[in-house]
């Protein structure tokens, strides 16, 4: 039996992970509209995980004989303008959503449930992944965006990103 706050916190989760496909979806059609079908291709992929993390926990709590409770998922803030601020803001959410993560942990922890824990393992190192990739791009962007060469290559290297299935299964 999950306890009824860790249990709670995953389901908010589910809706904070479908949010995020949601977001990267945004940024995806945002970057297909400059012509830079790259980028969209990378946040596309990204969406992809998103849903994925969504399933993950709602697989979990099934697992666990919860039934999750789905809220409507929020609409984007706003519609977003400029490249390098999209890259950034892309950052500012992993960053968020690894802190939500860290507090589903403290809160396993505090009740002692290494079962949630260890499923959470997988998200933690997931999430420093997740902040990596973003601080990479915002980097490469800095050091090739503004020359029209160097951001044709780095369009084309994200464009070559490919979807993945997690790797953890339950
Ligand atoms: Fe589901 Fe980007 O963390």
Same mark, same amino acid.
């Given at each position: ?31 297909? %509209?400059?012509?830079?079908?790259? &980028?969209?291709? =990378? ?5 992809? +995980? #998103?849903?994925?993390? /969504? ?57 002692? %449930?290494?079962?949630?824990?260890? &499923?959470?393992? =997988? ?5 420093? +992944? #997740?902040?990596?990739? /973003? ?36």
């Amino acid at each position: 039996m999950l306890d009824k706050k860790v249990a709670e916190l995953l389901n908010e989760q589910i809706n904070k992970e479908f949010y995020s496909a949601y977001l990267y979806l945004e940024f995806s059609a945002f970057f297909e %509209d400059e012509g830079l079908d790259g &980028f969209a291709n =990378w946040y596309k992929v990204q969406a992809q +995980e #998103e849903r994925d993390h /969504a399933m993950l926990m709602f697989q979990y709590l099934q697992n666990n004989n919860v039934r999750p409770a789905l809220e409507a998922v929020a609409k984007p803030e706003s519609a977003p303008t400029d490249r390098a601020k999209v890259l950034q803001a892309g950052l500012e959410h992993e960053r968020y959503v690894t802190g939500l993560i860290h507090a589903i942990y403290d809160a396993a922890y505090s009740v002692k %449930d290494f079962r949630t824990m260890q &499923f959470l393992d =997988w998200f933690v190192k997931e999430q420093g +992944e #997740e902040e990596k990739n /973003a601080e990479d791009l915002i980097k490469k962007m800095e050091l090739y965006g503004d020359d029209a060469k160097g951001l044709y290559m780095l369009n084309s290297e994200l464009a070559a990103r490919v979807y993945a299935a997690p790797s953890l299964t339950l």
